[in-house]
């Protein structure tokens, strides 16, 4: 029985899915989000959220409400290869001179449903897409476990997973396929405005803090493993054991701290880009490309590529334009914003996994400009604020 009928069906309500199908909607596109889980839930993910985030959050209207549930502003970042000197940078704000932050994925995540759903999108939560047939000649067919048949005329994927063709080959499984895991830890000797990035052969680790809870500083731990890391040890707790045993910035960054929370686990992760178009079928977030998380992009990527997606199909269909015009736009937008953070985040990985790597980096991250360098190349832009400029642009940027 057919349960709903749209222009376009987003399937996966996360970030990226989520301001897809709010822009959508808010242009007045009918769109459908077909999201498998109940928010608020879990993810793992580093958390941190750029400043490049912030211009889709105020369009939306809920910057404010996100940045009120954030953890304090992180304007500096320290990374301890396990082997070298530390190397420590500036972090760059915005042109309204907000910083970076660090946010549950809980919190994020259903504060971008919601606001979807009040801008007009129909959210069918949980819904669990189990095929999708058809063309974009045709229309789509979206076959599900819990809400029915829907149909479209358009899919945007942003449920994290490529296409089961587009996983990148340029390089072997061994040195890309990975798993991720995150917990939360209290009590972590690391300042607030601090985000810390640890390496040791095979693994890589960040640790910020995102927030409150009950009053105490909660902290954010998530580290990235080869799979034959994690296979050669007893699973989460034994690759952190190994991190910390090889690197005594994190020994000491969790000498009195808590876990405070299970540990999730995601993978594998295969960074790189992947296919962004495919006959009426688009792809955003972590399913059109997925970047190393140890330069922090992650959750920028999905909320700039689902805006982006949103905006080149909310014109096409205006302008009348072929699925296929359309996609040719998308990739060349998408390749300018994403494609060198793909890059630079495997050579970034590449350099603290390896300690031979990550000596040498160590070596040359003493020097300030090559640093301050290092942190643009992730995709993080440093821009000349003035006070006057800062005071005048933080009313405009509040999100209302």
């Given at each position: ?140 067919t979206?076959?599900t ?41 209290n ?7 601090t ?33 034959s ?8 707790n ?10 005594h ?12 929370d ?24 972590n ?45 060349v ?21 390896n ?46």
């Amino acid at each position: 029985m057919l349960a709903e009928a749209c222009d376009v069906v987003v399937i996966g309500g996360g970030p990226a899915g989520a301001v897809a199908g709010a822009i959508l909607a808010a242009g007045g596109v009918d769109v459908v989000i077909a999201e498998q889980k109940v928010f608020p839930r879990q993810k793992v993910c580093g958390e941190f959220l750029s400043p490049g985030a912030f211009p889709v959050l105020a369009r939306l209207g809920v910057l404010s409400e996100i940045l009120d549930r954030a953890g304090p502003e992180i304007t500096s970042l320290t990374m301890h290869p396990s082997v070298g000197l530390k190397i420590k940078a500036a972090m760059p704000c915005d042109g309204a001179g907000r910083f970076a932050r660090g946010i549950g994925r809980h919190h994020l995540d259903t504060l971008l449903l919601d606001r979807a759903r009040r801008l007009g999108a129909r959210v069918l939560t949980p819904c669990h897409v189990r095929k999708v047939v058809g063309s974009s000649d045709q229309g789509f067919t979206i076959e599900t476990d819990q809400c029915g048949v829907i149909e479209s005329k358009l899919i945007i994927f942003a449920n994290g997973r490529p296409p089961s063709d587009g996983q990148p080959t340029s390089h072997s499984k061994k040195m890309r396929q990975m798993v991720g895991f995150k917990t939360y830890f209290n009590q972590c000797h690391l300042g607030a405005d601090t985000i810390g990035l640890y390496g040791c052969r095979g693994i890589y680790g960040g640790l910020l803090r995102t927030g409150d809870v009950g009053g105490e500083p909660r902290y954010n731990l998530a580290f990235v493993a080869r799979r034959s890391v994690m296979e050669s040890v007893a699973g989460a707790n034994g690759l952190l054991s190994r991190l910390r045993q090889s690197n005594h910035a994190l020994d000491r960054a969790l000498a009195d701290a808590q876990r405070v929370d299970r540990w999730h686990a995601w993978g594998p992760l295969w960074p790189g880009v992947r296919r962004l178009f495919d006959d009426g079928k688009f792809y955003v977030g972590n399913a059109a490309g997925e970047v190393q998380p140890l330069i922090g992009e992650g959750m920028t990527l999905a909320i700039r590529s689902g805006a982006l997606a949103a905006d080149t199909l909310a014109l096409g269909l205006r302008g009348g334009a072929a699925p296929s015009e359309i996609a040719a736009r998308y990739e060349v937008l998408w390749r300018e914003d994403f494609s060198s953070r793909c890059y630079w985040g495997n050579w970034f990985a590449s350099m603290m996994t390896n300690p031979v790597a990550g000596f040498l980096g160590s070596l040359l991250g003493q020097i300030r400009p090559l640093a301050r360098w290092g942190v643009g190349a992730s995709g993080k832009k440093f821009l000349a604020v003035s006070g006057t400029n800062i005071r005048s642009r933080t009313v405009r940027g509040n999100g209302h």
